[in-house]
């Protein structure tokens, strides 16, 4: 496996379900990141895990859950969501550096979210 | 202000043409500009990235104008292909916060042969 890899690629489950999302990267890199993609609308960020430790939490509903249990695994668990949650979640990574740098992102293939 | 507005939603271009998109920031702390680009089904991927202190940057046919006094940057895309029909977001941020990114909206570019 190589980059970064997110299962399951769809999901559908109704707004009384708890389901989770994965992401791994094989990058070596020290930051993840999840983004949400939203038809018509800019990627939002929604969380940032850097060494492990959470860094943003950018005003995201408490339905969403992170958990980062190590560099090279995320999670996004998902608890009574609601329709308007249906979206494309990407999941990302990058080298974060305490110099600065511009931390280039490196995005999964995303996966694909309905909520009924 | 964090937003970033991204013009136009949809572009469609012939072969051989030159591809604009536009994109304008609030937040004058923003010091990194890149550009993503994104195909059915996978992820956006970096295509190119600039700061503010030179006014243009190329990499083969992918061009990035800069105006810091305007607060506009845009992408140019040379001799369009087929192969570039993707959606292409522009983003901003602080070079030492690169990863958390402010996305525009997106523009879906269209080349026809």
């Known amino acids: 496996e190589t980059g970064v890899t997110q299962t399951p690629r769809h999901l559908v489950m109704g707004m009384t379900n708890k389901k989770s999302l994965k992401c791994e990267q094989h990058?070596?890199?020290?930051?993840m990141y999840w983004y949400k993609q939203s038809a018509k609308k800019p990627l939002e960020l929604m969380f940032v895990?850097?060494?492990?430790?959470?860094?943003e939490n950018n005003s995201v509903p408490s339905r969403f859950s992170p958990e980062c249990p190590n560099s090279s695994h995320l999670f996004l668990h998902l608890h009574t969501l609601q329709p308007e949650d249906s979206a494309l979640y990407l999941c990302a990574s990058s080298q974060a550096s305490l110099a600065g740098g511009e931390g280039e992102l490196f995005f999964g293939e995303g996966s694909r979210l309905t909520v009924l | 202000q964090q937003q970033v507005k991204q013009s136009p939603q949809s572009l469609i271009v012939q072969k051989g043409g030159i591809s604009i998109i536009n994109c304008a920031y609030e937040n004058t702390a923003f010091d990194y500009f890149p550009w993503y680009q994104q195909f059915p089904g996978k992820g956006p991927a970096l295509l190119i990235a600039?700061?503010?202190?030179?006014s243009e940057k190329k990499e083969g046919r992918f061009t990035i104008s800069f105006n810091k006094s305007a607060k506009q940057f845009s992408l140019h895309i040379m001799d369009s292909q087929p192969g570039d029909s993707a959606t292409y977001f522009c983003a901003a941020s602080l070079y030492n916060q690169g990863g958390k990114l402010i996305f525009g909206q997106g523009t879906e570019l269209s080349v026809k042969p």
């Open positions: 990058l070596g890199h020290n930051a």
């Open positions: 895990y850097s060494l492990e430790e959470r860094v």
């Open positions: 600039i700061r503010p202190d030179v």
